[in-house]
């Protein structure tokens, strides 16, 4: 047992052996068997084949060779010698490349499997790449966009901050952690909801490098980034009846207000509102029309009233429709552009997505409509997730006061009961005799 110069602390040995045997359970029709390879390293082994066939008349299993100068011993002989030699070649190169070594890492090897990356940004290539491959079969373009921001990010981290191409796996600890996380705010100014998104894409790849096996355990398991509290980013209400009452000139504006007032009154976000069709509405017996549709980001089901106002927008641009979509929408990129620059026009501070938080908030919660019916319009697979849109205004506590003062209005109401009565009274009895010392 080897102690560990830094701590004295025994450090164990990694075992590693190579025995070669023949197969004496098949014999083949000229009476050899198949030469085969056992890589033992670490209490796991892996068999690896040969194309090598032996003699089991001159096979020495003591030796692990065959005896003689038969053209056969010799060819086994040089066989045996060169697998060693390989053997052993593979297992030094992955020792230094990952730190440790693993009998399964050696057979990939010998069998010619590519190596999987044993650096941070490789690796996070590699899954770029294979994520992109399945854009709009199973994984959608937004997504692959923000995986490619994350990349961008560590990225220039790795080479601004750490001075480096790139940075071995095993070389992943909590300080790298935390100074990504430092970088990401500090330097890339980022806001504690993106840094969590970041952060939780470099333990992803951290999970990927255990499971390819160029990891043996992985250093931030433990680590858990901290996801800040949501709140609703709904728009004051003063805001949205500006924007409602008041029209612009642009046409390029005029439409991303409509679309927004729309998404307000409906719920949808931009991904949703972007894949709305014809055949997403439909009319209920009682003459009421309704939106249906799996949402994107959840794919739970989402049913929606339609309004008046929505039902005037969808009419207004009825003639712009294209495959039979409801909406001809603009790009997120140019959409989100026009939508900053619409709120400059208004005075105020806006993003598309405050138009969803205006239908959680204003639309529904306000105006009293039960939280399990606004998760099931919104299509949230959890209450817990409405409940982020429950703002109470001031309105709404001003109404459910003045309707418990009707409701109270011309009933007695009783606040304590006889028995409690009884009990504070003996209660102060007691305390004014002893007080006064007469319970003494």
């Known amino acids: 047992m080897k102690k560990d110069k830094d701590n004295n602390t025994p450090k164990r040995r990694s075992t590693f052996a190579i025995l070669f045997y023949i197969n004496r359970t098949k014999v083949r029709k000229d009476g050899t068997c198949q030469l085969l390879c056992k890589v033992s390293i670490d209490a796991e082994w892996e068999q690896i084949g040969t194309k090598v066939s032996v003699n089991p008349e001159i096979w020495n299993p003591e030796k692990g060779r065959a005896d003689g100068r038969s053209a056969n011993a010799v060819t086994v002989n040089r066989a045996i010698d060169s697998l060693t030699a390989e053997i052993n070649e593979h297992y030094e190169d992955i020792r230094h490349s990952l730190g440790f070594v693993t009998a399964e890492l050696v057979k990939n090897a010998m069998k010619g499997i590519g190596r999987k990356p ?40 790795v080479t601004g901050k750490r001075d480096m191409e790139d940075v071995p796996l095993r070389a992943l600890d909590r300080a790298f952690y935390d100074d990504f996380e430092v970088f990401l705010g500090a330097d890339r100014g980022l806001k504690p909801k993106s840094v969590h998104e970041h952060l939780y894409r470099l333990k992803k790849m951290t999970m990927r490098a255990v499971s390819q096996g160029t990891l043996r355990r992985d250093p931030y398991a433990r680590l858990h980034p901290p996801l800040p509290r949501r709140k609703s980013r709904h728009m004051r209400l003063d805001d949205l009846k500006l924007l409602m009452e008041k029209q612009i000139d642009a046409p390029n504006l005029q439409r991303v207000r409509d679309w927004f007032i729309f998404s307000t009154f409906t719920g949808l976000a931009y991904a949703d509102l972007k894949q709305l069709s014809e055949d997403d509405i439909s009319q209920a017996p009682d003459g009421t029309w309704w939106i249906h549709v799996n949402r994107q980001k959840t794919g739970s089901r989402s049913a929606i009233r339609l309004l008046d106002i929505p039902m005037r927008i969808m009419e207004k641009y009825r003639d712009e429709r294209q495959d039979g979509k409801i909406f001809n929408l603009y790009s997120r990129t140019y959409l989100i552009k026009l939508t900053r620059q619409l709120g400059k026009e208004y005075g105020f501070c806006l993003t598309f997505h405050k138009a969803r938080h205006n239908f959680g908030t204003h639309i529904t919660l306000s105006m009293g409509v039960p939280i399990e019916t606004v998760s099931r319009m919104m299509g949230h697979k959890s209450i817990t997730t409405t409940q982020i849109y ?51």
Request: without cysteine.
């Open 118 to 157: 044993s650096t941070l940004l490789a690796l996070f290539r590699e899954h770029n790449e294979e994520f992109h491959k399945r854009v709009g079969v199973d994984r959608t373009k937004e997504s692959y966009e923000s995986y490619l921001n994350s990349y961008r990010h560590l990225s220039a981290f």
């Open 390 to 440: 429950a703002q109470v205004t001031d309105r709404k506590v001003d109404e459910d006061m003045k309707r418990l003062r009707m409701q109270a209005s011309g009933s007695e109401i009783t606040l304590i009961d006889e028995s409690m009565d009884k009990a504070m009274e003996k209660r102060r009895k007691y305390n004014f005799r002893n007080k006064t010392g007469n319970g003494l």
